[in-house]
């Protein structure tokens, strides 16, 4: 390492949190001596007709349309904007000590958050059949990003499976004859443990505990959604699987399927494989129910005006949701906590609602007025003080803990 990495490292170190699609490119760059964002971004339709926009904590915005034909494109208008005279954060790059890059699938290779070198980067690429647009594009910007700020700049990957690697085979594995897991590691993976393991970390805090002294079952209610159940400190069970279509039905994903569904559609209208994944990752789920749209705001709306479509895929989703929630109620052995976080979880107050008096029978009560508060990034218990388990609303950071990974990784080079 040299001289002037050993100089950042030890002043004020800012971290460059990077999510990677296959098309776009978030951001956000964190002062690690507080942990605050000192600006955050998006580049979108990268290769396409480029939008790029950054907004700074003190308010300040940048909104152009650029042409961005790639991802290395793209990192150099990160770079401009953070240099920027008028929107910039940094005078200078060497102020950046490392990037940490978030990265859906790690399969069984990655367990914990590693330093980027060539063997690393095999391994992303060698897991892309089992994420094929998102392990793809993260290592496109990983390449890109050596080739915008240069080699010397240390890379950090922080794995959305990581958190869930402690599930026991019982959990993870498939009733499908077995060399399918031996040759092609056909299993379950779980993903949102990034943010699964922030807010669980979090609510531990809150409730005074160790994590490993609690049974808690974690609720990331989004776009998509997953639920996770943590027992001793560690994952036992989650809902999504070798890929984030399973578990319960989503904004435009269905979920758990009974199989003969997808081969019985498949005979009826002649669907492809690569249609089929279409179909159930983009075309299903609140959209595909409601008929409306993939967005809950959207739908929320819509039933509101009466439109019974609408009515049933909420009550659908709720009823879902409610139907993992006591499945992992049984595989802890009881739950002490549990948490509601991301859009859906961290905002919709009516879904919290419904699906805890579902749970009422596990002896959950809820205070409809903190309820009803508890939105737009607010940190609160919504539980009664005679609730049996106690509920809390806590919002996500998995770019904090991408960051906080990254920051012990590069001090310990």
């Not at 949190?17 to 964002?37: F, P, R, T």
């Not at 955050?40 to 152009?64: P, S």
């Not at 895929?313 to 052995?333: N, P």
């Amino acid at each position: 390492m040299c001289v002037g990495n050993i100089f950042r490292y030890a002043n004020d170190m800012k971290i460059l949190v990077i999510n990677a699609g296959s098309s776009s490119l978030k951001y956000q760059l964190i002062n690690m001596e507080d942990e605050s964002v000192l600006a955050k971004g998006n580049c979108e339709r990268i290769g396409i007709d480029g939008l790029f926009g950054q907004k700074t904590a003190d308010g300040r915005v940048k909104e152009i349309n650029v042409d961005m034909p790639d991802h290395t494109a793209a990192f150099n208008q990160v770079k401009a904007a953070l240099l920027d005279k008028e929107v910039g954060v940094i005078e200078s790059l060497d102020e950046i000590s490392a990037v940490g890059h978030r990265i859906v699938q790690g399969g069984a290779i990655f367990s914990k958050s590693v330093l980027v070198d060539e063997k690393v980067k095999e391994g992303i690429a060698s897991l892309i059949p089992l994420a094929p647009l998102h392990n793809k594009g993260h290592l496109q910007a990983i390449n890109a990003c050596q080739e915008a700020f240069g080699k010397d700049i240390p890379e950090v990957v922080v794995f959305d499976t990581a958190f869930h690697s402690t599930m026991p085979p019982k959990a993870y594995m498939y009733a499908i004859p077995y060399k399918y897991y031996e040759e092609n590691k056909i299993r379950r993976y779980g993903f949102h443990g990034t943010s699964h393991r922030y807010v669980s970390s979090k609510c531990a805090e809150l409730v005074g505990k160790d994590l490993k002294d609690l049974k808690m079952i974690s609720c990331h209610l989004g776009n998509g959604s997953s639920i996770t159940a943590i027992k001793d400190g560690k994952v036992i069970d989650t809902s999504m699987g070798l890929t984030p279509l399973d578990g319960f039905m989503m904004g435009s994903r269905s979920g758990t399927l009974d199989p003969s569904v997808v081969t019985y559609m498949a005979e009826l209208d002649n669907i492809s494989p690569s249609e089929m994944s279409q179909l159930l990752n983009k075309q299903s789920g609140l959209l595909g129910i409601s008929g409306v749209g993939s967005d809950d705001r959207d739908v929320t709306k819509a039933a509101a005006e009466g439109n019974e479509r609408a009515k049933l895929a909420h009550e659908m989703l709720r009823y879902q949701i409610s139907k993992f929630i006591g499945g992992y109620y049984v595989a802890l052995g009881g739950c002490d906590v549990m948490v509601f976080t991301a859009g859906l979880g961290e905002n919709q107050a009516s879904h919290r609602k419904a699906i805890c008096e579902y749970l009422s029978c596990f002896g959950v009560k809820i205070d409809d007025a903190k309820n009803e508060a508890a939105i737009r990034g607010k940190c609160d218990e919504i539980s009664t003080p005679d609730s049996k388990i106690r509920v809390f609303v806590i919002p996500t950071n998995e770019e904090l803990v991408i960051a906080r990974d990254t920051k012990e990784i590069v001090e310990n080079m």
